[in-house]
């Protein structure tokens, strides 16, 4: 059965692969599955068509055969749980791994999202220099303790997993902040995720979305 996700006709942050469906690119190249792509515009997302895969009219979705998700969290899971590569064979490792995951939609990614609305969309508000610095100590309060729990490992728990495809998709969006280079080993846990074959297709993917050049 052919895999077909959705995605941005154009992406708003211009193929950075802070779209999130760069991260579902990703879990199925780090897995060897092909996959096909449905391009949307804003206008044809909040269409019924695709509020009857994803009834707030977001991206990505997923369908194969009669199986249709939504939620990023949702679908990565998925992949990992249905091909091998993304998840360990241990019973207890998966269980850790698959709460990695959830710590990075659950734990960081939140405030790191604050930290975006107030940079891009609040900008402008009287209170926003305020605020800012209170949202950012907000963020460095999280990445303190996911630094401290790295360490200096290569990945969170053992080997590569989807809950480090799923964390360093999340701490990508803090790279034009400044904040995680604060985080040195957090940045180079970033770099390594970002060097990933993998990824690197996935990437290049994505941005041939925005560019109209087609991946080499």
Do not use: C
Not at 16 to 43: C, I, M, N
Not at 158 to 182: K, N, P, T, W, Y
């Amino acid at each position: 059965m052919t895999i077909i996700i959705t995605a941005f006709e154009r992406s708003p942050d211009g193929g950075k692969g802070l779209a999130r469906d760069t991260r579902v690119r990703w879990a199925l190249e780090e897995v060897g599955q092909p996959y096909e792509v449905r391009r949307l515009s804003f206008h044809a997302m909040k269409e019924p068509a695709h509020l009857a895969l994803h009834p707030f009219g977001q991206i990505p979705t997923y369908e194969e055969g009669d199986l249709a998700l939504f939620e990023t969290g949702a679908i990565v899971l998925h992949i990992a749980e249905r091909h091998a590569g993304l998840l360990p064979d241990d019973a207890n490792a998966r269980a850790r791994a698959t709460a990695w995951m959830f710590a990075a939609l659950n734990t960081v990614e939140p405030p790191i999202l604050e930290l975006a609305t107030a940079r891009l969309l609040e900008g402008d508000k009287p209170w926003n220099k305020e605020r800012m610095p209170l949202v950012e100590d907000r963020v460095r309060d999280r990445l303190n303790l996911l630094s401290a729990r790295l360490g200096d490992a290569d990945w969170l728990d053992g080997a590569f997993s989807a809950g480090d495809l799923m964390m360093v998709s999340v701490l990508l969006r803090l790279r034009s902040s400044g904040i995680l280079d604060e985080f040195p080993n957090l940045a180079a846990y970033v770099a390594r995720g970002e060097a990933r074959p993998a990824y690197r297709r996935a990437f290049a993917a994505q941005l041939a979305v925005n560019t109209g050049k087609r991946p080499s």
